[in-house]
Structures are given as C-alpha cells and as structure tokens.
C-alpha cells in the first residue's frame, strides 16, 4: 500500500479526488474518514455495482471501532446497525424505488440521529439533497484493482472532515 501522502490527489472546491490502487487502501481511506465522525454524520457512498461502496464502509466501520469483517452489503436488510465506540448505521437504497418507500420502511430515521449514516446508492431518497454530507462517489478505472474517490462536501462539518482526513 503507498503511503497516504504521495497519493495521487487533486483538490476541487468543496471536494477532492484520490485514486486508491486497492481494495486495501480503500480501506485505510475509509479508516482514515471513520476515526474523524461523529453521531448524527451523514455520509453517501455513491457508484455502479461492484465500484467499492461497501468496501469503503468496511475501512469507515473500522474507524468507528466496529469489526470490519462483520460489514457486508445490506442490500436484503436494508439496514444494519453495528454498535462501535458510536453507533453506526449501514443503508442499502438499491431495492427501494422512492422517498415515500424509504420512510414507510423507517430508514430516514437512522439518518441524523443517534449514530453516523452511511448511504449507499443514496440516489432514490431525494431529501438527502437538503443535508449537510460527505458524498463519495466511486468510480471504476482502467486498472482492474483501481478506483477513483471524489468526495464533496456540503456544509462546514464536512468541509472540516475533509480537511483533517488530509487526503491532499
Ligand atoms: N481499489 C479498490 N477499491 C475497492 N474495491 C476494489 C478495488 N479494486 C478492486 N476492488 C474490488 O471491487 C469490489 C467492490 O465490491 P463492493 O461490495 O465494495 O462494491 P459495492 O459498490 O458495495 O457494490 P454493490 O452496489 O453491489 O453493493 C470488491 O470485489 C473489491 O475487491
Ligand atoms: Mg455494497
């Protein structure tokens, strides 16, 4: 795994963009964001099936104390609760078609509360749109093992993650 500084990394406003070479630095980056949260943080992973989503919340639950190999995709649950030095709550939107569908299921109350939200195919619940967040979208690259993280901050709480995960 290359060292965190010397990653390839380009800064946007609001938001950068980091390469990862490996299902392992995935993690370490993940890691490196979950140390940082806090409850009531909200965080949208978003990008295509298989682009590294649940991969990135494994290295998340791993900062947050939660044991990482426990964290697998939620997509029959819907939901999975995981208690580390917080509570974390993982969200699989992909089977759900609506806003409406998502709160008749009772997920919009992980999101905000108690513990950190992590969202993955956040798309289909459009009132995320209002809230501060940290969405990452990944996205696949020509090397098979590669794959690139934009993340985009809205609101001070997340352009302040931003800064200390000192990705750049
Ligand atoms: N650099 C990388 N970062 C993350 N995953 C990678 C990377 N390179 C290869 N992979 C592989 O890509 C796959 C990512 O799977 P993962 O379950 O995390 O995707 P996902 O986005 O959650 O998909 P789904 O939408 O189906 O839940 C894993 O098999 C992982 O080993
Ligand atoms: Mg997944």
């Known amino acids: 795994m290359r060292l965190l500084v010397g990653r390839s990394c380009f800064k946007m406003i609001n938001g ?4 990862s070479d490996s299902p392992a630095e995935t993690i370490a980056i993940g890691r490196g964001l ?10 949208c992973l978003a990008g295509g099936l298989g682009a590294g989503k649940t991969c990135l919340a494994r290295g998340i639950a791993m900062g947050l104390g939660v044991d990482e190999t ?3 995709s939620p997509t029959f649950v819907l939901a999975q609760e995981y208690r580390g030095r917080i509570p974390l709550y ?18 919009d109350e ?13 798309d289909v619940y ?3 749109l ?3 967040r940290l969405t990452v979208k990944i996205d696949t690259a020509s090397d098979e093992s590669q794959r690139e993280l934009v ?5 001070d709480r997340y352009r302040s993650i931003l800064e200390e995960m000192k990705l750049c």
């Open 16 to 19: 950068v963009r980091i390469m």
């Open 34 to 43: 979950g140390i940082l949260l806090q409850p009531g943080d909200i965080l």
């Open 70 to 72: 426990r964290v697998s």
């Open 90 to 107: 993982h969200l699989d939107l992909y089977r759900l078609g609506s806003a409406e569908e998502v709160e008749d299921a009772g997920l």
């Open 110 to 122: 992980y999101i905000g509360g108690d513990g950190v939200a992590i969202i993955e195919w956040p």
């Open 126 to 128: 459009s009132p995320l």
């Open 130 to 132: 209002g809230l501060d």
């Open 151 to 155: 993340f985009i901050a809205r609101g």
